[in-house]
């Protein structure tokens, strides 16, 4: 039985309602076809209530969030009642209900009937759920950052009594936690956090590995190239450093985690300069939070955006109206190549992608190869060049069955100790999925998520307003309930 069905707790004396909003992020883990033994005789009146709101697919991943939950009974809506049967399905004791999330007034009748919303939708509705969450004096968890518009709602959510939990899923969630306990812990001892660098990636399994990216799609190809283009700023030396998107991939390098078995490239991720502030680090010269690939990563990718493949303009050949066309006129029209033969169109691509010097010209060559860009074959037209690129990659670059994702992140402390020495420690997560049951990204984000949401309905987290797990009083409650489910990191002193 996975460790996130293992706490599942008995029947409790009070019912509770929970609105759980979701999305298709960590679509690609499986899921129990039945309730647990432990509650195989348990009806239904005697577990809290839950619903499910789906957007977009319908997709059995996101109940990995809800397993651990068994003690509750979901309600599951999306927009289409058969998507919300097709999921419901296949959890007994599921209700399934119709409701679109553009619709204020749905949000709000199905949030009205409910104890706790858990809002995984994309984050630019996150705003209105919490809007109808605080109306109706409901709890709300998500696992996604605060964003400006939830954050308008926070003075109103302490006014309504309501905890608006956030950031609470792996990054951001578990890297909260471990950042904010060492680093209490450093101030309490009278020392100085001088650096601190936070890395974490989601990767396939090293022999899963198997792709000139290194990298498989859990969820929308889309969402993963568009961060790709994404500014990052960062501290260092006591100064902001900004990465426009175009130079993102150039700015990766090795990130020596001191476990030669896990070699990865890494780069910033976002805006990481307002941390100082959030782990309350001032003194910090050095804050930054990256995400980890594996190497081959960055060049690979730079190359696609060099040719245009991260453009997401409206490109009259890759209409749905137009006609048919091949990869390799694709390709080509992106380099400005008039080329008819291979190696022309090679050498084409080299001269736009600025590949002539690149260590890796031969192997990014050959990925491209492997994705087809030498092809015959007519592509998937998406309007653009992205949409394009992804509806392959999406074909190409999944998840097959019996393959097994890992989770690793690293906190790396630079700290100055009370009587002047200096000190690095770290904390390390590694975590391999279990391809018959489920996923490191799922168990690493769902767990999480499942404990606040146990502790919030248990009464055993009740600050108000929007928050993020950022002091001890939060912290604490939800790590002891982590390491008893085995997912925590590791510390050490080098």
Same mark, same amino acid.
């Given at each position: 039985m996975p460790l996130c069905l293992l706490k599942i707790g008995l029947k409790r004396k009070h019912t509770h309602n929970t609105f759980l909003v979701v999305t298709v992020r960590i679509s690609f883990c499986s899921v129990p076809a039945s309730l647990p033994p432990q509650l195989s005789n348990t009806s239904f009146d005697d577990l809290r209530t839950s619903s499910l709101l789906v957007s977009g697919k319908t997709l059995t991943g996101v109940m990995d969030m809800g397993a651990r939950l068994y003690t509750d009974a979901w309600s599951i809506a999306s927009r289409t009642l058969k998507n919300a049967q097709a999921l419901s399905a296949k959890f007994p004791g599921t209700k399934a209900v119709e409701c679109d999330i553009n619709s204020d007034q749905a949000i709000a009748d199905l949030v009205a009937q409910h104890d706790l919303v858990i809002s995984l939708i994309p984050y630019i509705y996150h705003a209105k759920v919490i809007k109808a969450a605080v109306q109706h004096k409901k709890n709300v968890v998500t696992t996604s950052y605060v964003s400006p518009a939830m954050m308008e709602y926070d003075q109103a959510a302490k006014d309504a009594g309501v905890t608006v939990m956030n950031e609470i899923g792996l990054d951001p969630g578990i890297d909260h936690l471990y950042a904010v306990k060492t680093i209490e812990e450093v101030h309490n001892e009278g020392g100085k956090m001088l650096g601190f660098l936070s890395y974490c990636g989601g990767l396939p399994a090293p022999e899963n590995s198997n792709n000139p990216l290194g990298y498989k799609f859990s969820w929308s190809a889309r969402g993963v190239l568009l961060a790709l283009r994404n500014t990052a700023k960062y501290i260092d030396g006591g100064k902001s450093v900004t990465v426009p998107g175009p130079e993102l991939m150039s700015s990766a390098k090795r990130i020596e985690t001191g476990y030669p078995g896990y070699s990865?490239?890494?780069?910033?991720?976002?805006?990481?300069?307002n941390y100082g502030e959030l782990y309350h680090i001032p003194e910090a010269q050095t804050v930054l939070r990256g995400t980890l690939r594996y190497d081959g990563f960055p060049e690979f990718v730079k190359a696609l955006v060099d040719l245009g493949f991260l453009d997401d303009s409206e490109q009259a050949h890759l209409a749905s109206s137009a006609s048919d066309i091949t990869w390799k006129a694709v390709v080509a029209k992106a380099a400005g190549?008039?080329?008819?033969?291979?190696?022309?169109?090679?050498?084409?691509?080299?001269?736009?992608? /600025? $590949?002539?010097?690149?260590?890796?010209?031969d192997a990014i060559l050959e990925g491209m190869r492997?994705? &087809?860009?030498?092809?015959?074959?007519?592509?998937?037209?998406?309007? /653009? $060049?992205?949409d394009t690129l992804c509806a392959?990659?999406?074909?190409?670059?999944?998840?097959?069955? &019996?393959?097994?994702?890992?989770?690793?992140?690293?906190?790396?402390?630079?700290?100055?100790l009370k009587d002047g020495t200096r000190q690095v420690r770290t904390s390390t997560l590694v975590e391999?999925?279990?391809?018959?049951?489920?996923t490191a990204m799922a168990k690493t984000v769902g767990v999480p998520c499942g404990i606040a949401v146990q502790l919030i309905l248990d009464g055993k987290i009740t600050k108000t307003g929007v928050l993020a797990p950022m002091s001890s009083d939060i912290n604490n409650p939800i790590m002891e309930l982590l390491e008893k489910e085995n997912i925590g990191m590791v510390e050490a002193i080098l």
């Open positions: 990865f490239v890494g780069y910033p991720n976002r805006d990481s300069t190549s008039s080329a008819k033969d291979d190696a022309t169109l090679a050498n084409d691509i080299v001269a736009k992608a /600025n $590949l002539a010097n690149s260590p890796r010209k492997w994705i &087809g860009f030498f092809s015959e074959t007519p592509v998937t037209r998406r309007g /653009n $060049l992205l392959t990659l999406e074909e190409k670059m999944q998840y097959e069955q &019996g393959e097994r994702d890992l989770v690793f992140l690293q906190h790396r402390f630079e700290i100055e391999y999925g279990d391809p018959n049951k489920y």
